[in-house]
């Protein structure tokens, strides 16, 4: 990202006349193991297993990552972003940055089209970003990630303006993101409603188009042979090489690796962790393992409700619960402990966390003593004027097996137990959920987001993105220094201010008891030794586009 960085202190032009110098230098992602060698193969069908369903297929209103993932074979971007960070051309063959970074000029393609037919053009541009900030759309996501957008101008056919009320210098990276990819205009004109269902109202420009969906068990995506505008970091250009693409939904660990070692699918996302020596072993097969950049998966404190109003309480629940063993024991080992809210992948990541606030019972014991929480029920838990130190923590009844989560709250819980904190876990269902979280009604929610930015901490952190503005701020908190310091990570890529101003937002977190990092996402993707060409993107995500199967 730093490399990247330094360019755009400057007003910056990328034009198409380097895009063969930067398909030739730059990392088109991560490679898995099995796409070293031989000639790519057209055809044929790769039937992948994820671990999660899509609540809802619209890019543009679900916070899901699965969905971004699933779609950014579907969804074409402006500009793409490599693993280093850099930005180069796809939809946009160059592009130029106001000095204030409250415009940005992107000069477009002029042979894409949508799989309905429809051109791609600066219209197309404005219809989807105008698509976004709609009320109706019910943005959870998409939207923030436009920032102080005030609309897009068409200054000609294939020429589009973007510009917002504020400095925005993170929109270049916002702008490679699934989230703000484009669908047909005439789609969003004729099937606004049909979107968050997928299937073939969900026309995009990407190399696959999406076919068909059969909720609960798959989606079909079937290779777009008019193709021939991917991004300067994919390995080739024209359409993809498969025929055909199945997404398998598989919620169940044992069913989704056995379905891989038995070769019903040829590759299986998020393979459980003890399962990995497993997948290892078996002769045909191999595991790719990559740390995720942007937020970790983090418990946020509801720093405005009883009793997390306290920061003394808010202290005493972070250091009371052991994640090193609680994590090293749920995950194999497998993920990393986290120090921070977001990862060591992450650009401005502070590495000084690390080992600064270790699992300390004891100090729980005294900050409780000291807010007044000193009593004691029959059940061990604490009180004070009769009534029991409890928090509510929902779970998400459709992602509750994640990445053995559930597991990891039960650890949590006990810990919890052990200092005289009940915590409550009950499981929802979706709208139950979202009225206690976004509500402001809980006092734990727990939350991972990958994004290759630092920017993800004012999603995480600035009062601006509270959730009633249809923002993910879990800790329900206006703090000065975060707000200013996160509103100035966004007005430049300059990079001392950028390594000065996130340290501060992710010490003050921490200091603050806001957060409670628990580890950092590792994808482990196992995948059979036919698969070739397999990658991910800068957001850790697996794009197919490049990937074959061997005869």
């Known amino acids: 990202m730093r490399a990247s960085l330094s360019r755009l202190t400057r007003p910056l032009v990328v ?15 991560d490679t898995s193991g099995g796409s070293g060698s031989g000639r790519p193969v057209q055809g044929g069908t790769l039937t992948a297993a994820v671990d999660t369903e899509p609540v809802s297929w619209d890019i543009h209103a679900s916070t899901q990552d699965v969905t971004a993932e699933i779609q950014r074979q579907v969804f074409d971007s402006l500009v793409s972003q490599d693993s280093s960070g850099k930005f180069h051309p796809w939809l946009a063959t160059g592009w130029e940055v106001s000095d204030d970074y409250k415009s940005y000029t992107f000069h477009l393609r002029k042979d894409v089209t949508f799989s309905d037919g429809t051109r791609f053009d600066a219209s197309a541009v404005k219809a989807n970003f105008d698509h976004i900030v709609a009320k109706s759309t ?42 703000l990819g484009f669908y047909s205009p005439k789609a969003i004109a004729a099937d606004a409603g049909k979107l968050a ?86 002769p045909g097969f191999d595991l790719i393992s990559r740390r995720a950049p942007g937020g970790n998966y983090n418990l946020w404190l509801n720093g405005s409700l009883a009793p997390l109003d306290d920061q003394r309480v808010r202290k005493a629940i972070q250091r009371g619960i052991d994640i090193d063993q609680d994590v090293k024991t749920v995950t194999f080992g497998q993920y990393p402990r986290a120090w921070s809210p977001i990862s060591p992948t992450t650009p401005d990541y502070d590495k000084s966390l690390e080992g600064s606030w270790p699992y300390d019972p004891k100090l729980s014991a005294k900050l409780l003593d000291q807010a007044g929480w000193t009593g004691r029920d029959a059940q061990g838990y604490r009180t004070k004027n009769g009534r029991r130190l409890t928090v509510n923590w929902p779970l998400l009844s459709i992602q509750a097996t994640r990445e053995g989560r559930d597991v990891l709250a039960q650890a949590i819980q006990a810990d ?36 290759f930015s630092p920017d993800v901490l004012w999603l995480f952190l600035n009062s601006g993105s509270a959730p009633a503005k249809g923002g993910i701020n879990a800790t329900f908190v206006k703090d000065a ?7 100035q990570g966004r ?15 992710q010490q003050r977190a921490i200091d603050q008891a806001l957060v409670v990092p628990l580890y950092t996402q590792v994808s482990l993707v196992g995948e059979s030794d036919h698969v070739r060409g397999l990658t991910f993107d800068a957001s850790n995500w697996l794009t197919y586009y490049d990937a074959w199967l061997t005869k």
């Open 15 to 29: 034009t198409v006349s380097g895009l063969l110098l930067l398909t030739a230098c730059s990392s088109a992602g």
């Open 138 to 179: 019910k943005s959870l996501y998409a939207v923030s990630l436009l920032g102080p957008y005030t609309g897009t101008q068409v200054v000609d056919p294939y020429t589009a303006k973007v510009t917002f009320a504020k400095p925005f210098a993170p929109f270049l990276q916002a702008a490679s993101t699934t989230y």
């Open 197 to 282: 269902a997928g299937g073939p109202a969900d026309v995009g420009s990407g190399p696959f188009v999406f076919s068909n969906y059969t909720k609960g068990q798959s989606a079909t995506l079937t290779r777009n042979p008019k193709y021939k505008w991917g991004p300067s970091t994919a390995a080739h250009t024209g359409p993809a090489y498969l025929d055909k693409l199945v997404i398998r939904f598989l919620p169940t660990a044992s069913v989704r690796s056995g379905a891989l070692t038995s070769g019903q699918v040829q590759v299986a996302k998020a393979i459980p962790p003890q399962n990995v020596r497993t997948v290892k072993a078996t």
């Open 416 to 451: 919890l137990k052990k200092i005289g904190v009940e915590v409550r876990h009950p499981s929802l269902d979706l709208g139950t959920y979202n009225t206690e979280v976004y509500g402001g009604k809980a006092n734990f929610v727990d939350l991972s987001w990958p994004r």
């Open 481 to 487: 220094d975060l707000d200013k310091w996160t509103d």
């Open 491 to 505: 007005a430049t890529l300059d990079e001392k201010v950028h390594a000065d101003v996130y340290a501060k937002v």
